[in-house]
């Protein structure tokens, strides 16, 4: 049976994005079609190859956990922008190209020459996506950034957490990848108009403005702001009485037990008796302070008898809200995501044997389809360079002698 067409197939991407936000866009693109080549510097590559966790503790920049994930389906040459040579090999790429997509400071392509004016110039129909800090024009245009500072500025930072300690931004870096999903809607969205007005466009995504528009808490806080004035206010963890996330037998679970739900969770723990008790009669009197301590001293002993998994399918019987804090190994033991094909298995030439996320959406007519693994720095350079331009073995020989490739 012949594989069916993917939603981006046809599509040519050029892809000078590095560490995160950019490159998990292009990944987007990448495993939904898209013949995505990664532009990479010679000898060094791209900066998340010297990122951990690496596959076996064994630090070596084709083993990064990171890269492997973020650069499945990609194509990976090696080409220095800085020389004239090189230039000319990237303006010979982006004839047939239909988008380009960077993550340099907004300085770097015009420095180079490499402008979306001057590429639009040699191809009217070109996409060019430009992901930054802070967007490619306005006061802090040059400005550094981080996670933390993205999150700060942009995101909802004030609500997160500790309420008696200053405030805390999440864990790891859900700004990048948030950044990483809207570029790749973005360039989809241009590809799309592209193809029906025969026209380009330059897309500026910030980190900065991609938080401050997120509907993450972010929106919702600044229009309470607008009317009250007031700002969100942190809750101390187990604040609310029989809601949020509770120690059980083997670890942590969390149940919504909130309003009209209440007493769905006394009759889960077999006390539906307890609703008599003043303290815990209505909404407010759960609402008063020591409330959720004191139902908690019912509570807990309950959750401790059962495991996380158990207490997930327990509660959802007694249509609760609610779902087990999974580590790594839960998720990938979980029969659901197993079931539903979300982990892929690919067998790395460096790396050997990867088990990773896989598809983050379904399409049933144009699926996602894992091609290939990340590819080892430079392995295409013969496919792109020879096979597609046209270069003989002497050429490629000659330029990689020149630093170009």
Request: net charge negative; hydrophobic share 40%; aromatic share 8%.
């Amino acid at each position: 049976m012949a594989t069916p067409p993917q939603a981006l197939s046809g599509v040519r991407v050029l892809d000078l994005t590095q560490i995160i936000s950019g490159p998990y866009g292009t990944k987007l693109l990448a495993d939904y079609g898209a013949d995505v080549i990664k532009i990479e510097r010679p000898g060094i590559g791209d900066l998340a190859r010297r990122m951990g966790p690496f596959a076996g503790d064994d630090v070596h920049p084709e083993k990064s956990g990171l890269f492997l994930h973020l650069n499945t389906n990609k194509r990976s040459v090696t080409l220095d922008l800085k020389t004239a040579t090189g230039k000319k090999l990237f303006f010979e790429l982006l004839e047939g190209a239909d988008a380009v997509v960077e993550s340099f400071a907004p300085r770097v392509m015009p420095s180079l020459g490499l402008d979306f004016e001057t590429l639009r110039a040699r191809n009217r129909r070109l996409v060019m996506t430009s992901v930054s800090n802070f967007g490619q024009r306005g006061p802090y245009r040059d400005w550094k950034s981080a996670e933390i500072v993205t999150y700060a500025t942009g995101g909802p930072m004030w609500a997160t957490g500790l309420p008696e300690r200053e405030p805390m931004s999440l864990g790891d870096n859900v700004v990048q990848y948030q950044v990483g999903a809207a570029s790749a809607v973005a360039t989809s969205m241009a590809l799309y108009s592209a193809e029906a007005s025969g026209q380009g466009d330059h897309l500026d995504v910030s980190l900065f403005r991609t938080q401050a528009s997120s509907q993450d808490r972010r929106t919702t806080m600044l229009i309470g702001y607008q009317y009250t004035g007031e700002r969100n206010v942190r809750s101390p963890v187990g604040a609310s009485t029989a809601v949020g996330v509770r120690p059980c037998g083997d670890g942590y679970v969390n149940i919504m037990g909130s309003s009209h739900r209440f007493e769905d969770v006394l009759r889960m723990m077999g006390q539906p008796e307890l609703v008599e008790d003043p303290r815990f009669s209505d909404l407010v009197a759960r609402s008063q302070p020591g409330a959720s301590e004191e139902f908690d001293a019912y509570y807990i002993p309950y959750l401790m008898e059962h495991t996380k998994r158990d207490l997930f399918q327990i509660a959802q019987s007694h249509r609760l809200p609610s779902g087990p804090l999974y580590d790594s190994a839960d998720l990938l033991a979980d029969g659901h995501f197993q079931e539903r094909g979300f982990w892929a298995t690919v067998d790395h030439p460096v790396a050997g044997v990867v088990t990773q996320p896989g598809r983050p959406f379904i399409m049933n007519e144009t699926p996602w389809q894992l091609r290939n693994p990340a590819p080892v720095l430079g392995e295409h350079n013969e496919a792109v360079f020879g096979e597609m331009l046209g270069y003989d073995r002497q050429a490629l020989v000659r330029l990689k002698r020149m630093g170009v490739i």
